[in-house]
């Protein structure tokens, strides 16, 4: 892919993109990754990246513009590099959570492609889900973010006003299915096992029951039917979860992240 890429913003997210993008066949020359303390950015630098403390000049040279940098430090970097943006040239795929596409334009004052997108932190290996809004894109553009996007994971295309359910559900359910990992794997050692071998068990049985629902394109209940028999172990135990509010825990613990989000 020839296209110039500046990602703005080097830290965890900023450098699983740039190494899923090379990956994809992306060219890392055609790359460049900015940060402050650029000397954390060698790793890159000898995959062939540009790598840059001068989030301007990243600019300059690119046509996409990736933003990923802490919501915080968001205003001051667009109104750094707004000067340089250009019409007819630049595109922006913001992953700044809670910062809306109205707000970017704000900003910049320029009339260019304005997206969001919010990926996890599986991306980290190339399997992330990211959820992503393109509003007003055209077919050229929303294949160029397929482009690249599609081989850091899967990912799917959403309306802004649901950016924020997508955080809450991709971004932190990361989290909320760890805390699940955990639990099961505490309640191994209860039963038996020892730390390492819990753990083994616990990861695995997870990574193939969601492989099973994707690959079969299967509601879960499909699959618990086919382990729950008549007095059986599987059901006694899904009950007593159930009785101890289990699914109307992680419910409830959606629904407080995402009402924790300003609107």
Do not use: W
Request: proline share 3%.
């Amino acid at each position: 892919m020839n296209t110039k890429i500046a990602i703005i913003g080097g830290g965890n997210l900023g450098t699983a993109i740039a190494k899923g993008l090379v990956k994809n066949h992306f060219k890392p020359e055609n790359i460049t990754i900015t940060r402050r303390k650029v000397e954390l950015l060698n790793e890159l630098k000898n995959l062939g990246i540009n790598t840059s403390s001068d989030n301007k000049a990243a600019v300059q040279k690119a046509e996409v513009i990736l933003l990923t940098v802490k919501p915080y430090k968001t205003d001051n970097i667009l109104a750094e590099i707004a000067p340089f943006i250009k019409k007819n040239r630049h595109l922006i795929v913001s992953m700044v959570s809670g910062v809306s596409i109205a707000h970017i334009k704000s900003i910049i004052k320029t009339d260019i492609p304005v997206y969001r997108a919010m990926p996890n932190t599986a991306i980290a290996i190339n399997e992330s889900m990211t959820c992503i809004a393109v509003p007003n894109a055209n077919n050229g553009q929303k294949e160029l973010i397929k482009s690249i996007f599609s081989g850091l994971g899967d990912m799917v295309f959403m309306n802004e006003e649901m950016m924020d359910a997508a955080t809450v559900l991709a971004a932190c359910g990361i989290a909320f299915v760890m805390r699940f990992i955990r639990a099961m794997v505490q309640g191994g050692i209860e039963i038996g096992f020892d730390a390492k071998t819990a753990s083994r068990i616990a990861n695995q049985t997870v990574k193939g029951a969601a492989d099973l629902l994707i690959k079969n394109g299967l509601h879960p209940e499909e699959e618990i039917d086919k382990v729950t028999t008549p007095k059986g172990y599987t059901i006694s135990g899904l009950n007593e979860m159930e009785h101890n509010g289990f699914s109307s825990s992680l419910i409830k613990g959606i629904l407080t992240s995402f009402n924790k989000i300003d609107k």
